[in-house]
């Protein structure tokens, strides 16, 4: 083990900063006590090149393993996944063109529907329409029945107010001759 720093020039440094000779030996081999046991510390965890190339040797081998179950398991694992993942496949595409049918046949149904209540309507309206201008013939009729009566009323008041008039007239001539 090598500590790469002087350790006379720490104490030098510390002597001519305040500290006593003693005190500057003590403090500098509490350091040197420190970086030793660090270093221990660090040792322990550290591995030798033999050991890495043995740690290196057992997951090469561990590796050769696992690549022969991959390749077992692809043979016969795989090969069943992928039989399975054909049938459900063809399973989605048998549902898809169930829901695809059924789709169409409630469009169809829609559409019938639509086309029935819009026949229902147009029935709807021509009834209305057939009873709006019967009623309008009926007011046209009575209308032209009432102009009618209105008409012969006033041919008849005209004929009775003549006659009154003529009556008057006469009636007059009469009382006129008379006192004449």
Not at 6 to 24: I, R
Not at 26 to 53: G, H, P, R
Not at 118 to 142: F, G, N, P, W
Request: proline share 0%; hydrophobic share 40%.
């Amino acid at each position: 083990r090598k500590l790469f720093f002087d350790t006379h020039a720490l104490v030098c440094l510390l002597e001519e900063n305040g500290f006593t000779t003693q005190q500057s030996e003590v403090i500098v081999s509490a350091l040197v006590k420190i970086m030793n046991t660090n270093l221990d510390m660090i040792y322990k965890d550290m591995v030798t090149k033999v050991q890495q190339e043995i740690a290196l040797q057992q997951v090469m081998s561990h590796i050769g393993g696992v690549k022969k179950d991959m390749i077992i398991l692809e043979k016969s694992e795989f090969s069943a996944l992928r039989s399975e993942n054909e049938k459900i496949k063809l399973e989605l595409q048998q549902i898809k063109k169930q829901v695809m049918d059924e789709i169409t046949k409630v469009r169809a149904d829609n559409k019938l529907n639509l086309n029935l209540e819009k026949s229902r309507v147009k029935e709807l309206h021509a009834q209305q329409d057939r009873a709006l201008t019967q009623t309008d013939r009926k007011i046209d009729t009575e209308v032209a029945d009432l102009k009618t009566m209105l008409e012969s009323h006033k041919l008849d008041n005209i004929k009775y107010l003549a006659g009154s008039v003529f009556t008057c007239l006469t009636v007059a001539l009469g009382f006129y001759r008379l006192w004449i």
